[in-house]
């Protein structure tokens, strides 16, 4: 990223970044001569400082804001992801969003926009063209996810930058965030909230027994196209906090951990959700403690949650006790 795309947390006297703070940035995280450099600058800190320092810069104060929301949305839509196995349908979403985001890139427009306007489309091709070509709904997922992120190749190649654009797109770009990325993402994750809240009684019926929910009324066809369109705004929500690659580790891995941990709906939304919100906020400070990246520091700590619940699970963890097994004896 340039310069001047970091200008409005990197400028000197703007009171955000102290002026001997360094302004390389690449993928998606402070290069090695930034946070590095000026921790060593930096009188020694007690320990409560390993906490708040984050907090004194404003770009950082809008990474948490914007994780934080993505975490949200991302751990209460990824739970009737895993309950319908839809897991690669969120990827190949977020994958083929790249050519929505590049369009708008090349355009000079907000790559969010471009990605909203991507989604909307592709999300309802999916299930149009599994319905109507009788094709099985992974065969759709596959074509629109080729064809997304293929076109979205082919028009940051015709730019100047296309290395750094791509690296950003691919893996995110959280402390680059302004506060309009941040307001456009409150907004979606709102929306995203607000329907499921609305229709939570349908969808529920519809991701347990579609058979049943058709016979006691339900739009089950209406849900089969919706829950579409909101895991494709639920992955536009979170490319600025992991990008296009590691989308489907937010969306997927907090709510596997509350699979694990819970049986019923609320509990597991209840569950993945604190997963999620422990791992961004987690990955976010060690990302500014160790100069990490930091949509892959995220990740891996929600990987690692994970990890922890499959083997400490009272009801499905692999250390669990299992009751011996009895032999008879004559």
């Known amino acids: 990223m340039s310069r001047k795309g970091l200008s409005p947390f990197l400028a000197e006297g703007t009171g955000d970044v102290p002026p001997f703070f360094p302004t390389t940035y690449v993928g998606g995280r402070v290069g090695a001569t930034t946070f590095a450099t000026a921790k060593r600058q930096r009188p020694p800190r007690a320990p409560m400082h390993l906490i708040t320092d984050p907090w004194h810069f404003e770009f950082m104060q809008r990474a948490f804001i914007v994780a934080t929301l993505a975490a949200v949305v991302c751990a209460v839509v990824g739970v009737y992801v895993v309950l319908k196995g839809l897991a690669f349908m969120g990827d190949a979403i977020a994958h083929s969003s790249l050519a929505g985001m590049a369009a708008s890139f090349a355009l000079g427009g907000s790559v969010l926009w471009g990605a909203i306007a991507w989604v909307a489309p592709a999300s309802l091709a999916i299930t149009y063209l599994s319905r109507r070509a009788r094709l099985l709904l992974d065969t759709t997922i596959g074509i629109i996810y080729a064809a997304g992120f293929a076109l979205g190749l082919v028009i940051i190649s015709r730019q100047d ?40 009684k349908e969808l529920l019926f519809a991701t347990y027994d579609g058979a049943m929910a058709a016979a006691s009324g339900i739009p089950v066809r209406a849900m089969e196209y ?48 604190l997963a999620a919100w422990a791992a961004v906020i987690a990955g976010l400070y060690l990302s500014y403690h160790l100069d990490l990246p930091s949509g892959p520091a995220i990740v891996l700590v929600s990987t690692a949650i994970f990890l922890a619940a499959l083997l400490l699970s009272p009801s499905r963890g692999l250390l669990r006790r299992r009751p011996g097994i009895s032999i008879p004896v004559p």
């Open 226 to 273: 919706l829950l579409p369109l909101l895991i494709g705004f639920t992955a536009v929500a979170s490319l600025k906090t992991v990008g296009i690659v590691l989308v489907l580790a937010l969306l997927v891995t907090p709510a596997a951990t509350a699979r694990l941990l819970a049986r019923r709906l609320p509990a597991m939304v209840l569950v993945s959700v």
């Open 161 to 200: 930058s296309y290395a750094t654009d791509l690296f950003s797109f691919l893996f995110g770009n959280v402390l680059g965030v302004s506060w309009t990325d941040v307001a456009i993402v409150a907004a979606v994750a709102a929306a995203i909230l607000a329907i499921i809240a609305a229709l939570y």
